[in-house]
């Protein structure tokens, strides 16, 4: 089972950028697809963005399409997360999730990080 690790979170002001990071604890990392969620409060957790395990694909919901940019780096076992342009209802706990299937109803995650804390203000 992958341990997920993310960090990077915090306060960031409209139009400003953060970049999460995921540290994942297995060495197998580039057989594993990766992604990125998040939960706002009283809301359902929603996907974001999902890396293959090799880069080669991407995919990304609407909402941050153009904005938020997935990468990983297999030789540190890491996924990043460079979220630029940043709007106050992108506010969220952000989780890193391993593997990540797409399903019938979305992207679904099956491990999963602790959450770091984006706070977008206007």
């Known amino acids: 089972q992958v341990q997920l690790v993310e960090s990077g979170g915090g306060l960031a002001q409209a139009g400003g950028s953060l970049r999460l990071s995921c540290v994942a604890s297995t060495d197998a990392l580039n057989v594993y697809d990766l992604g990125w969620f998040r939960q706002a409060p009283g809301k359902e957790r929603e996907f974001i963005a999902r890396i293959s395990g090799s880069g080669a694909e991407i995919d990304y919901d609407v909402s941050v399409k153009g904005r938020f940019t997935i990468s990983r780096d297999n030789a540190k076992n890491t996924v990043f997360l460079q979220m630029n342009s940043l709007k106050p209802e992108d506010t969220a706990v952000y989780y890193c999730?391993?593997?990540?299937?797409?399903?019938?109803?979305?992207?679904?995650?099956?491990?999963w990080g602790q959450g770091t804390q984006v706070t977008v203000s206007s």
């Open positions: 999730a391993s593997p990540v299937v797409r399903t019938e109803s979305g992207w679904r995650g099956y491990h």
